[in-house]
């Protein structure tokens, strides 16, 4: 199936083009025509941008938006909100993951996102029994990302233990829990999910080093040696002291020391990076995986960007816990980090007459890609026609030229400024709502409503 769409504006590798005439088939972008005539079809939208990844989600976790932010009865921290977080999971039916992960993806559309990457480590039953299909709910987050459209890197996630040095796993664990054998019989049941999926990738994910041995990481990464790898890293300070106490090497050290880190590997978080940590991932190729929304939310830390982007490192940012949903919303949200923490403003622009908004945008665009295993990301043959279009007369718009576009759009108008998405050529969301929306919507409502009284 040939089909052609004609944007009045669109941001290429190259560059800003008007009047530009994408041709697809199968999905795929064929050619990419600048200065074109309109086609007979008409004008399929303002703005195109090339669509960013949303590399780290754990979609169950939306469905908890908003019910661990009440004061508990000791201070609150990211581990007084993981209690939460446990025993809600231990709520969730496989049909109710599925219609969480369904409505979240969905959202993402919507909120400027093309490609998620799902590290999936809800694995058994609410008893902690393997289900009869191990990867049955691995098979729900593909029912789910077939369902909304979105492209979907899984991430099926190896986890084994309950801190450093395989401390035995708490009770709140046993849903995530599996032996070598046991994940690859998941990843290979995965597998088997992903083939009816057109265009999904498998990766695989050691959950952190807290629940994983280092014997374990090896031999993930000697049965896998190809696709995203991605790992929970220095995120909370406390994981970088019992590091530490367990092994004598911060996280982000410990990792650099023992495994060669490299273009397959995405850190997630690395909040808390030391100068040599910060050096040595900006140069290994790898990515950082930064969820600003989610650090903030849980109280994790900020990234060094500022340091981090000077020296060339490569980021891409993901919506983690779902808390919110917004493409525009975590690149906003990751340069006012920087700017709260050096008391300076356009941090994350490099040279004097940089878009911070572009340089942003640019950054998670080619990152999350990497992340995802996609070779390259943005609008030119060969790649993937997910494309994100921007309304031109959103009030924040209006007077746009160039990357001053990509600055309303994260600065200002938010996820309001999309009008129409496209994931492999397919529309998807026009006038900022999916076509499923209603569907979508009233699944999930019937699920949170039922969760309530459970
Ligand atoms: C997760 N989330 O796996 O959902 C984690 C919490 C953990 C974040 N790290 C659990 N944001 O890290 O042990
Ligand atoms: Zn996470």
Known sequence: MADTLFFTRALLPEGWADNVLLTCENGMIRSVRREAQAPSGGVSGAVALPGLASLHSHTFQRAMAGLAETRGPAADSFWSWRQVMYRFLGLLDPEDVEAIAAFAFMEMLEAGFTAVGEFHYLHHDRAGQPYADRAELAGRIVAAAGASGIGLTLLPVFYAHGGFGSAPAHEGQRRFLNDLDGFHRLMEGAQGALARLPGARLGIAPHSLRAVAPDELQALLAVWPEGPVHIHIAEQVKEVEDCLAWSGRRPVEWLFDHVAVDSRWCLVHATHLNDAETRHLAESSAVAGLCPITEANLGDGTFRLAEYMAQGGRF???????????????????????????????????????????????????????????????????????????????????????????????????????????????????????????????????VIRKLATR
């Open 316 to 446: 891409g940012v993901g919506t983690d816990s779902n808390v919110e949903i917004s493409a525009p919303g975590e690149l906003r949200q990751l340069e006012y980090s920087q700017r709260l923490a050096h008391r300076a403003r356009n941090v994350s622009a490099q040279v004097e007459g940089e878009s911070t908004g572009g340089a942003l945008y640019r950054g998670a665009l080619a990152g999350g890609a990497q992340a995802l295993g996609q070779p390259v990301a943005g609008l030119e043959p060969g790649q993937r026609a997910d494309i994100v279009c921007l309304a031109a007369d959103h009030p924040d718009l209006a007077a746009a030229t160039g990357d001053r576009f990509l600055d309303g759009y994260v600065f200002c108008a938010g996820r309001a400024a999309i009008d129409q998405v496209y994931v492999g050529g397919k529309r998807l969301v026009e006038g900022g709502r999916h076509r499923d929306h209603a569907t979508l919507a009233s699944r999930y409502k019937h």
